[in-house]
């Protein structure tokens, strides 16, 4: 394949760590990195960033830097973005402000298990939970390893990490008139029950280019699951 490099914005309450399983399973030419948002993971140094259009802007020019190292003769290396729920929006607004600064767009955004702005609550009823009823969900949601919450102080940092993301994602309608011109690839489980594939395939409103529609076995996480699926659709998106 192609070498690319494959930017992956992280879902709700976790960090960039969740993608490191993904670069056993690319292509050795390619590069899988998870983005961190600041004040978490490898950022956990940074002061956090609660406004959704600051933190694109940061995530995005973190993005562009690395390209630019990376790039021979002035132009950059083929990418690509992938976001999960949470990190799917965040993960097409940082493709469509790398894009315009390089002047060059990605071989494609996959964008997986997540409503579009348009279909995203005014009122987010995740966000009245108590923490107990949260930690219920990401358990039963399967995002989390079980025993990952055995300890008070790990159930905690979650909590505070799901609170500050569900803050961002109130935000995300903001982006109604989001469009961007390079191809989307939209992901969703058969037996998400959060996101069906007709609602996942309104992404498709966001791209003047092609859309392509993936659904895979399984529930909400069923992309993060299957990254060996995900690293071939991007493969096959550069024609490799």
Not at 101 to 121: D, H, I, K, M, T
Not at 204 to 210: G, I, K, L, Q
Request: proline share 8%; charged share 25%; aromatic share 6%.
């Amino acid at each position: 394949m192609k070498p690319v490099r494959l930017y992956c914005v992280p879902h709700a309450g976790s960090t960039s760590a969740v993608y490191r399983p993904w670069q056993r399973v690319a292509p050795p030419s390619w590069q899988v990195a998870g983005l961190d948002l600041p004040g978490r993971g490898t950022r956990a140094r940074e002061r956090k960033i609660e406004d959704y259009r600051s933190l694109v802007k940061v995530l995005a020019e973190h993005v562009t830097t690395d390209l630019t190292r990376a790039g021979e003769t002035g132009k950059p290396p083929r990418y690509a973005l992938f976001g999960h729920s949470f990190g799917a929006m965040l993960a097409l607004a940082v493709a469509g402000q790398v894009a315009a600064v390089l002047g060059e767009p990605p071989v494609c955004a996959v964008l997986s298990a997540a409503l579009p702005p348009r279909l995203q609550p005014r009122v987010d009823e995740v966000a009245s939970l108590d923490d107990d009823a949260l930690i219920d969900k990401v358990v039963a949601d399967g995002g989390t390893a079980p025993e990952l919450l055995s300890s008070r102080g790990m159930t905690g940092y979650l909590v505070r990490l799901l609170r500050e993301d569900l803050v961002l994602r109130q935000q995300f309608r903001e982006d109604l008139l989001l469009r961007v011109d390079f191809p989307l690839v939209l992901v969703v489980g058969r037996d998400d029950p959060y996101v069906s594939p007709e609602q996942m395939w309104l992404w498709a409103e966001h791209t003047s280019a092609t859309s392509r529609r993936v659904e895979l076995p399984g529930g909400h996480f069923a992309a993060m699951r299957a990254p060996q699926d995900i690293i071939a659709i991007v493969g096959e998106e550069t024609g490799s």
